[in-house]
């Protein structure tokens, strides 16, 4: 059990503890956990829709100084990026030549930052705006840490876990607070309440707020949803979870702790179902009531 500061998040996400995304695809199934983690011939991940938007909001809001060290906007006055038949011709214009010694030396001086568009720049650092903007929500954020990388083992099946809370802030030296940024098309109370159902929050909540306090020896006093929206006007707002839902996720994170210990026991990773089922069409396919036709 330990925490570990500074980690890279390519190396953690490379570690075989078990994560709640992990987690989420063995809810899917066995099969679709082994496959994605454990399969020695599996292929790259691509990268989700809104990945990178929730990446830069995440920094904007929890790493503001590392912002500059990771990402590079191209300027206004940069001259348009060469085509691939232009960095392979022979005998290059003088503006393409141009072109490409400015691209080159761009490119050798933000070595190893990712380039975004001025408007995604400018949504990132909105949407830290309206986040900040919330009074307890600034609180926490004045005093802490971001990206701590948590390691232990399930008491119950002896499973290796890990977690990376988005920032953990100190209430005393034996408790603390989790903050998680969420971006989502409305951080209304009732759109937000079935996110959390569609992409298993309370799972989350379970499994970082029980796992950080393991690994640390501290208390959780809070695990906080922090969200906001991902359109104009990039409004914010902060959530916690009710102690039904929270008694939900912890039922449903030892459940799928069980299987995949069971599955590592067994050395099976089973999908769907190895027998033809019968299923009928969701209730919403059938008709109602029967229409009357009348000719006339």
């Not at 066995?30 to 691509?46: I, K």
């Not at 400015?102 to 830290?128: D, H, P």
């Not at 991902?230 to 994170?253: D, F, I, K, V």
């Amino acid at each position: 059990m330990s925490i570990v500061e500074g980690l890279d998040i390519n190396e953690y996400h490379a570690m075989e503890p078990v994560s709640k995304s992990q987690l989420d695809d063995l809810n899917t199934s066995p099969l679709h956990f082994y496959a994605w983690h454990r399969d020695p011939e599996r292929p790259q991940r691509a990268e989700k829709a809104g990945q990178l938007e929730g990446n830069l909001a995440h920094c904007a809001v929890l790493e503001p100084d590392e912002f500059i060290n990771r990402y590079v906007t191209t300027p206004s006055d940069a001259p348009r990026l060469p085509t691939s038949a232009q960095w392979n011709a022979k005998k290059p214009s003088p503006d393409s030549a141009a072109s490409m010694e400015w691209w080159t030396e761009f490119n050798i001086s933000n070595k190893g930052k990712r380039l975004i568009a001025a408007e995604q720049y400018e949504v990132a650092m909105r949407q830290a705006d309206s986040i900040r903007a919330l009074p307890e929500i600034q609180q926490f954020l004045v005093r802490g840490k971001a990206e701590l990388s948590a390691f232990w083992t399930d008491p119950m099946t002896g499973v290796e876990c890990r977690c990376r809370p988005d920032f953990v802030h100190p209430l005393s030296k034996s408790s603390v607070v989790l903050l998680d940024v969420k971006t989502f098309s409305s951080a209304a109370p009732d759109e937000f309440r079935r996110q959390c159902a569609r992409k298993r929050y309370h799972v989350q909540d379970t499994f970082y707020s029980s796992g950080f306090s393991a690994a640390a020896g501290v208390s959780v006093e809070k695990f906080i949803f922090v969200v906001v929206e991902t359109e104009w006007p990039y409004a914010a707002a902060s959530y916690t979870l009710g102690n039904e839902s929270r008694e939900e996720g912890y039922l449903e994170c030892h459940r799928l702790l069980d299987v995949y210990e069971e599955c590592m026991r067994t050395k099976k990773w089973p999908g769907y179902s190895d027998k033809t089922i019968p299923i009928d069409l969701p209730s919403y396919a059938f008709t109602s009531q029967e229409v009357e036709i009348s000719y006339v």
